[in-house]
C-alpha cells in the first residue's frame, strides 16, 4: 500500500470551492508537493513546499498541511481546472520518493 | 528556457532490454538531481529512481532494484534509464524529471520542475 492515500474521485460545481486531501504519517516531517495531469500530457508542478505556486499557476491554486494530511484547496473552481491530482513527497526509507494514487476531479 | 526531451517510443519483446534517454536544456546540468517516474495505461504515477548532479549516486524503488539502471552523461547533458528483461506490465509511458528541494520552517519539501514529455514503451509478444 502506498505512504500517501488520496481519494480517488472527487467532483465540484463550476466556480466553488474544493479540497483535495492526501494523506499519510511522512506529512508530519516533510512537505508534499503536488501536480495536475491531463489526459495524455506530463504532469505539471501546482504546488510546492509551504504554499508556493510556480510562475502561470493561477492563484486560485492553494497548499496546506495540518498533522498527517496535505490539502490542495481550488478556490473557484474552472472547468480547465478537470485532471488528474497527484500529491508527492520524500518517503521513509530515505531514499525513496512516493506519489499519492491520484484524485480525479471533476468540475460539473 | 529549461527544457527536457525524451527519446521516442518503443516497441519491445518480453525478456528484452529498453533504454530511454533524456536530454537537458536551459539550465546548469550538473546542478539537479534528475527522477524517473512511470506511468501504465489507466493508472496512476510510480516513482523508479533518481540520479545524483554527477551522476554518481543511483536510488531505486525495491520493485526495480536489480532491473531498472539510471545513468547520466555530462558531457551531453542526458540521462538515460534503461529497463531489463521486459514484461507486460511494464508498458507504460517512462517520464524524466528534474528534482528541487527546500527547507522551510523547519521543514524540507521536494518537487519536479519540469517533466520530459514522456516515452512509451510498449511491450508485447
Known amino acids: 500500500s502506498s505512504e500517501l492515500t488520496q481519494e480517488p474521485t472527487v467532483s465540484v460545481a463550476l466556480g466553488q470551492t474544493v479540497k483535495i486531501t492526501c494523506q499519510g504519517d511522512?506529512?508530519?516531517?516533510?512537505?508534499a508537493s503536488w501536480f495536475h495531469q491531463k489526459p495524455g500530457q506530463a504532469p505539471v508542478l501546482v504546488i510546492y513546499?509551504?504554499?508556493h505556486r510556480p510562475s502561470g499557476i493561477p492563484d486560485r491554486f492553494s497548499g496546506s498541511t495540518s498533522g498527517n494530511t496535505t490539502s490542495l484547496t481550488i478556490t473557484g473552481a474552472q472547468a480547465e481546472d478537470e485532471a488528474d491530482y497527484y500529491c508527492?513527497?520524500?518517503?521513509?526509507?530515505?531514499?525513496?520518493?512516493?506519489f499519492g494514487g491520484g484524485t480525479k476531479l471533476t468540475v460539473l | 528556457q529549461v527544457q527536457l526531451v525524451q527519446s521516442g517510443a518503443e516497441v519491445k519483446k518480453p525478456g528484452a532490454s529498453v533504454k530511454v534517454s533524456c536530454k537537458a536544456s536551459?539550465?546548469?546540468?550538473?546542478?539537479?538531481?534528475m527522477h524517473w517516474v512511470r506511468q501504465a495505461p489507466g493508472h496512476g504515477l510510480e516513482w523508479m529512481a533518481l540520479i545524483n548532479p554527477i551522476g554518481s549516486v543511483t536510488h531505486y524503488a525495491q520493485k526495480f532494484q536489480g532491473r531498472v539502471t539510471v545513468t547520466r552523461d555530462t558531457s551531453t547533458n542526458t540521462d538515460y534509464m534503461e529497463v531489463v528483461s521486459l514484461r507486460s506490465e511494464d508498458t507504460a509511458v517512462y517520464y524524466c524529471?528534474?528534482?528541487?528541494?527546500?527547507?522551510?520552517?523547519?521543514?524540507?519539501?521536494?518537487?519536479?520542475?519540469?517533466w520530459g514529455q514522456g516515452t512509451l514503451v510498449t511491450v508485447s509478444s
Open positions: 508527492y513527497c520524500r518517503g521513509s526509507s530515505g531514499n525513496n520518493w512516493v
Open positions: 524529471a528534474r528534482d528541487f528541494s527546500m527547507e522551510e520552517a523547519d521543514r524540507s519539501g521536494w518537487w519536479l520542475d519540469p
Open positions: 513546499g509551504k504554499n
Open positions: 511522512i506529512l508530519r516531517i516533510y512537505y
Open positions: 536551459g539550465y546548469t546540468f550538473t546542478n539537479h538531481w
